[in-house]
């Protein structure tokens, strides 16, 4: 299975940068690299997604080395309202051992005022 | 344009009662899936179902049943619920099998008494 690493938790304060990343060592070929963002008695919500180099929408950047082993997540001047749990996932892939859209344990954001 | 559409909502069953969760979207997605977050924990994947007349298990199909009764609807059953079944089903649906922006809906919340 294509795994993640990501950190438990992160704090942060309004209107500072928030950096996750995310470790994926064993990424595939096909594998594309997506986060997603969950708020309490929500269902994810799709953030952002790549392939490699940078990706930038109006929410946050993604930044993908070459080696694509690793990802990180960027969130810019953070609200309050950006405290949730972040998911990175990669794949999906199909075929036998892996499986569609797996999601790990997430990093839990607290942003304080 | 309603999404993905969950019911019910909540739901409180005995030990060994048996309940069908239903989901449907109205985004024309080929691919739908059930998963299920215990309190503090990331998804797991239940069943998935790569396209109309197909699924698969996930990471923890044991105790579940589905059905995939048309591209529309993508059913999870519990036959004999148990305690351990206690948890929050989400359902999701993306376009197609390796497309990984996924919808999920509200949830349902399940008690096993």
Not at chain 2, 2 to 23: D, E, H, I, N, Y
Request: overall charge positive; some cysteine; hydrophobic content about 30%.
């Amino acid at each position: 299975l294509a795994k993640t690493t990501q950190p438990i938790s992160m704090d942060s304060y309004e209107g500072q940068e928030v950096n996750i990343t995310c470790s994926h060592n064993n990424i595939a070929t096909n594998d594309y690299i997506t986060w997603y963002q969950q708020f309490p008695s929500q269902g994810p919500r799709f953030i952002i997604q790549g392939y490699k180099t940078k990706v930038t929408n109006e929410v946050a950047s993604l930044f993908i080395p070459a080696d694509r082993k690793s990802s990180t997540l960027s969130l810019p001047r953070v609200s309050l309202s950006d405290t949730a749990v972040y998911y990175c996932l990669v794949g999906p892939t199909w075929g036998t051992g892996r499986r569609a859209l797996t999601f790990g344990s997430g990093t839990r954001l607290q942003v304080q005022p | 344009n309603a999404g993905v559409t969950q019911t019910p909502k909540f739901q409180v069953l005995k030990t060994g009662q048996s309940m069908t969760l239903q989901c449907a979207q109205d985004m024309n997605h080929n691919s739908m899936y059930w998963y299920r977050q215990d309190p503090g924990m990331g998804l797991r994947l239940i069943y998935y179902s790569a396209s109309e007349g197909t699924t698969d298990k996930g990471e923890v199909p044991n105790g579940y049943n589905v059905s995939r009764l048309n591209k529309r609807e993508f059913s999870l059953r519990l036959e004999s619920a148990a305690p351990s079944q206690t948890s929050v089903y989400f359902c999701a649906s993306t376009r197609d099998r390796v497309n990984t922006e996924a919808f999920f809906g509200q949830g349902t919340r399940l008690t096993v008494v």
